[in-house]
């Protein structure tokens, strides 16, 4: 490591960026290969009917048709979270995504002509769309050969005397939040193109956002083995957790190019996109706090319903990130946890960045507000007096490093100075919430590690060959930043490569905001080893001892002695233009220190921990019910900040999608329906909708991160809904406990206060 | 490495085949990207002439015209072997395929179109056609800064008591060999994409096969660094040595796509193949060699004038490998050799299969038959009495380990056994040469090395990324097999990835037959690198110290206790899917242990030599000149045959190409001018035109060759011609010193025999 930092702390913006701005980015959208066919997906009406009958003969007549296939015509693999789907659905229906037949064909419309052509009859059978309902005996099974609608997931959790607490609490406070299904709404829709080789091998362009895994699922979906799935990911505009679940779209292409005998293309229209891209999920949490008169919090009990949907998805184990946050964020000694997790005949969600957290911080940070009510005590106040601190090992044993949440809690105090008063008719509250998330990896599967692969060429040219997947989130810019820095050299020279499971080393994939910390210490271990190779080399041509070299700004020199120096790239010429040379090639693979957990959810899941405290000024015009969100403050303890700008950046973007969370979005499902499915009338905040956003960012150093950081990919979007509640309270007096907060909820609530 | 090789050795189809015959492969041809934009380049219709008017104006204003440019407009460097050209011509053009404009546009068309606007006018200037007259004082200038068309390149060598050697010889003989222009006609013509990002870093897509120089050398004409260029290389459709320099096309791609602001495609019809790819040289050989009276060799002299035409290319370096021929292709303890290489105003040349060997092959081979005429010795007894022997160290220092030389002599006698007689009317001939050349590699770069990465996924698919570049020789089979030998694991397993220098390590690129023995030796040191780790996993695994265990068939077991077994990617997932997991990544880069050649040209340039000898029996109509090859028989030392049908296919093709060299294939120049400039008048031979083939693969089992290969990919077509002349000479009694024995030829030459 050179001893000041050149690059690391420097602001430097996103490789993709302007790419993407002057549309010269190439999605996945934008590949066009030799005799590609197009694939249409053929999806149910009802939300649980039975198919009676399936004809496709007159689909597979229309001339420019390639293949016409249903369930009964191939072979496929239950597949998903819980095994319990089939790509191409079978006997009956049970949401309205269901996928039932797929075309290929020559041109897009040939196949959606031949999906009109396909005949189905279906015979409508009660469905069920409560979670609690379908919970309780007699309600219509999801799935007939299941003994009830309670899926196999439940996540228990018990550490200290829980009732003791509540019975000595000097204040208890409960409620039970609802949380609606959002949609990540991406700009780039979901697309798959399959291609099998002749030799039976398949290459998938996909939109995933975990290659390595899907790779496993996808073959297994398959019936063939992981080898033979080889994964090409072009960029993609936008993921937020919807490219973790292997979906139908990307079996379907697959199962579609075999009879077609050609690759073929299945891209989502924006209505499909709103219906069968994952969402978050739907959710009922009962919470309740007990508090100490000093403000200490005693214990926490929660029971989470779960919206399972019709099948078992990540979105279904959103509660395994609840528990953190509902053990974790801020000290509290007991906690008991439970959850209810049921089939119904809604669509089923997938995972969305925040993953559980934002809702369990919804109903966490709204309980805080309300004790500190019941309590008489500064709502920050007493926030600080709970705050985690470094060193905590906290009920599930999460063992707490860097920290700075009281610093966090500080920096976002006096969020509303110098912001002009509240127009008349308007009222003001301020509202403030904290965050708790992982911040070095999350050990859910048994590896939580990704490899790296640095060269350096003739020309001094870095190339990081890393297992990352960039989905927008500034990874490969922070990873080019991370090799640029240990290496000493400049950042235009290092170039990453990161689209390709043939080539790419492996990684867990992008969750839990892992990236930046996981595959930053896979690359800066892989440079580093590089650097040794180079620093060798250098030596040789200087004749002196390796060990007396620095590199740094493309040099390699003398420590004592600066002016005896070379070019790093000519050490590379010279180790390697020579009989007997070699070239500079070196690979790392770094796994957290962390363990899974236990049976009981109890482990170190996590090499680092995210801390972060958001303040929410808005203004509410109380006739009409309009909230004017004017400031969100956003103070993160990012560890170290490696790229200050592109941090804020994630942050903007968390608080933006945290907005529409807490405000504006909802995916409107009636009677497993989903009636939002246009940007018409899903409500994404505009750019003019935003709010004057402060970032600031609070350097803990974290031991184990490279060069310090922690992870941050999520942490701008959890505390959001929670904060504007707590403000919306603070401005009229008004609790609400479900999302969105919409203008016409606030008017209802208020009866025209001033009417 | 496993005790019985079950890879290698086996007849295993090409990787790329399959893809190729059904028409799936995407060649560069089929690569669309968006905004892409076409180029056409405006060439000179003389060949020597000043360039007084150059005006692009009313091509400019044609609707769908992106850009057009000369040399005035753009910021370009010489480049070329003695960077001598300049990719747009600037003051005047010398030979007829100069590039003076370029323009890109929406569409090919529009390109073309827009070509036939601008407005050029040219003084035309005298030219020299010749090179002997060339080099003469008084010719005309083709650079007119020079002092002479004689260009810097003079390759002199001498070694032992040539004169004296001549002097007291048995039999002397001599002769002047000419041999004339011809290309590789390569299915798939040339193509380049360029395309500059918005940080100004040139992606190339190129039909290249030496990408890191490629790389540097058109950083270099561009005038940037090399660390801004990417090569990606889609599969070719042959390449033959065409792939060696850096042509204007790659240049002017890469200087269109600026100004157009998009990528930019060029890419040659068949015509423009023909005029401006590189071809093989035209040459005069004069060639004397002595022998005593048993017909051992004393000496050889040689001279070899090269018609360099306008540029210097790689072409005008085939004496160095002329030189390799006359002094070491059988035993020659004095030779001395010279060259005359001048400009002049004929197109220029390129690399081509053979490189200089066929030449000098046939002159040498067409005189050792006439020495045993002279000295009334069997002609393949002569070759054998004169055969190179294990351990012989030859005049320029070539050190010979593996050879088979003689075995291959005795493979080839009896060659015409079984055939049919010849017809009334026709007489047949047999005729016979042999063949030297480098099968370790070629050590014209100050590294001759190969680089290698292997990695090995959950599900034990093993990616192989080489350095090494495929153009159809297949490379990517062997090399797989290699990986799959030393690493004990199913051949269908492993992946090669080369097509990317951002992601493969350094390689030279493909020339002198040096991928299967140097990126073969870099694969196998990999993969070894790779199975020492995964064996220490399985160790772990099956409590067992790492050195008894083996690999075979996909099993780590224990060599004394082979039921005691893990599958190897069981091995890999239970060394990865822990806590403290690793995953599999290994890297080698290998250089051969040889030496540039020094000032002398003496020195040991490879690490393996390839023999070979071939017999041709062909028949001959007296009265029509008509040449029929009925059967030809290649006897090559490929120290072992790693793929064996891959090694007898690229001796098919090789003797395709020697037959084409031999009898039909000729371009046609003349003034300056390509009279032959489509497949109606350039005569490849059709697969109705091919004789039988009789492919004998002896196995010397090279020391430092990867599992004992050597080289091999361009020993079929050395000496194919020289056996054809001798067959004729044997046949009809008649001496061809020119190529190629066309039929009219043979009728002049027997001056209607029979009629």
Not at 12 to 33: M, N, Q, S, Y
Request: hydrophobic fraction near 45%; proline fraction near 5%; aromatic fraction near 6%.
């Amino acid at each position: 490591m050179t001893e000041r930092a050149r690059v690391i702390g420097t602001s430097v913006p996103k490789r993709d960026g302007a790419d993407k701005v002057t549309g010269r980015t190439r999605f996945l959208h934008d590949l066009e290969l030799p005799r590609l066919a197009h694939g249409k997906i053929l999806r149910a009406p009802h939300p649980h009917a039975r198919i009676v009958r399936l004809d496709t003969r007159r689909a597979a007549r229309l001339p420019g048709v390639l293949a016409v296939i249903t369930g009964a015509d191939v072979v496929q693999h239950p597949f998903g979270f819980a095994k319990d789907q089939l790509a191409l659905k079978t006997g009956k229906v049970r949401c309205v995504r269901d996928e039932v037949a797929a075309v290929a064909a020559e041109t897009p419309a040939i196949a959606e002509a031949a999906l009109e052509l396909i005949d189905v009859e279906y015979a409508e059978l009660p469905a069920v769309f409560d979670p609690e309902a379908a919970a309780r005996p007699g309600a219509p099974l999801v799935h007939d050969e299941r003994a009830s609608n309670l899926t196999d997931l439940r996540y228990q959790f018990s550490h200290g005397d829980v009732d003791g607490a509540f019975g000595e609490a000097a204040a208890v406070v409960e409620g039970e939040y609802r949380l609606d299904f959002v949609t990540p709404a991406c700009l780039g829709t979901m697309v798959a193109i399959a291609e099998w080789d002749l030799r039976d091998q398949l290459t998938m362009w996909s939109t995933t956002q975990v290659p390595f895994l899907y790779q496993r699922d996808l073959a297994h979906a398959l019936g063939i083995t992981g080898d033979r799935v080889r994964v090409l990911q072009p960029p993609v505009g936008g993921n937020f957790g919807r490219g973790l679940d292997l979906c139908p779209i990307d079996v379907i292409a697959a199962l579609l190019a075999r009879p077609a005998r050609r690759p073929v293309k299945i891209e989502f229209e924006r209505l499909e996109e709103f219906v069968a891209c994952p969402t978050r999920e739907r959710c009922i949490i009962r919470l309740r706090t007990a508090a100490a008169a000093d403000g200490r919090l005693l214990a926490r009990d929660c029971h989470v319903v779960v919206d399972n949907g019709a099948y078992v998805s990540w979105g279904s184990t959103t509660p395994y990130v609840m528990l953190s946050t509902v053990a974790g964020l801020y000290r509290v000694p007991a906690v008991r946890f439970d959850t209810t997790i049921a089939y119904t005949n809604n669509p089923y969600s997938g995972s969305m960045r925040g993953y559980g957290n934002l809702e369990s911080t919804f109903a966490v940070e709204s309980q805080m507000d309300e004790l500190a009510a019941r309590l008489g005590l500064d709502r920050l106040e007493l926030r600080r007096r709970n705050a985690t601190k470094p060193g905590d090992a906290n009920p599930q044993g999460f063992v707490i490093g860097s920290c700075a949440m009281g610093e966090c809690l500080d920096a976002v105090g006096a969020a509303a100075a110098g912001l002009t008063p509240p127009a008349p008719g308007w009222k003001r509250g301020v509202g403030y919430a904290a965050m708790f998330h992982v911040g070095g990896g999350a050990r859910i599967y048994k590896s939580d590690g990704c490899g790296a692969i640095v060269k350096c060429d003739d020309f001094g040219k870095i190339s990081l060959i890393t297992g990352a997947t960039e989905i927008g989130q500034g990874s490969e810019t922070v990873l080019a930043m991370i090799v640029a820095e240990t290496l000493g050299v400049p950042l235009e020279r290092v170039e990453v490569v990161n689209s390709d499971t043939a080539v790419k080393p492996w990684d867990v994939g992008v969750h839990a905001s892992r990236t930046t910390f996981i595959a930053g210490n896979a690359a800066r271990l892989a440079a580093e080893s590089l650097r040794a190779k180079l620093v060798g080399m250098a030596a040789e041509e200087l004749d002196v001892p390796a060990e007396s070299l620095r590199m740094a700004d493309g040099w390699i020199f003398v420590a004592d002695e600066p002016q005896r120096r070379i070019a790093y790239d000519r050490a590379a010429r010279a180790g390697h233009l020579r009989e007997g040379g070699r070239t500079l090639v070196a690979e790392a693979f770094y796994d957290p220190p962390t363990g899974m957990l236990d049976k009981d959810l109890r482990g170190n899941v996590s090499a680092a921990y995210g801390f972060a405290a958001q303040a929410v000024v808005l203004d509410v015009e109380e006739a009409t019910g309009v909230i004017r969100v004017r400031r969100v403050v956003s103070a993160h303890d990012v560890g170290r900040a490696l790229n200050p700008g592109a941090a804020e950046g994630q942050i903007h973007g968390g608080v933006h999608m945290g907005l529409g969370y807490a405000l504006s979005e909802r995916l409107v499902v009636e009677e497993g329906r989903i009636l939002t499915a246009s940007f018409m009338d899903y409500a994404v905040l505009k750019a003019e909708d935003m709010p004057e956003l402060v970032v600031r960012l609070v350097e803990s150093m974290d031991e184990e991160g490279p060069f310090g950081a922690k992870g941050l990919g999520e942490s701008g979007v959890i505390p959001v809904s929670a904060a504007v509640a707590n403000a919306v309270k603070d401005a009229v007096g008004v609790r609400f406990t479900a999302l969105p907060i919409t203008s016409e909820r606030v008017h209802a609530a208020l009866g025209g206060r001033r009417a």
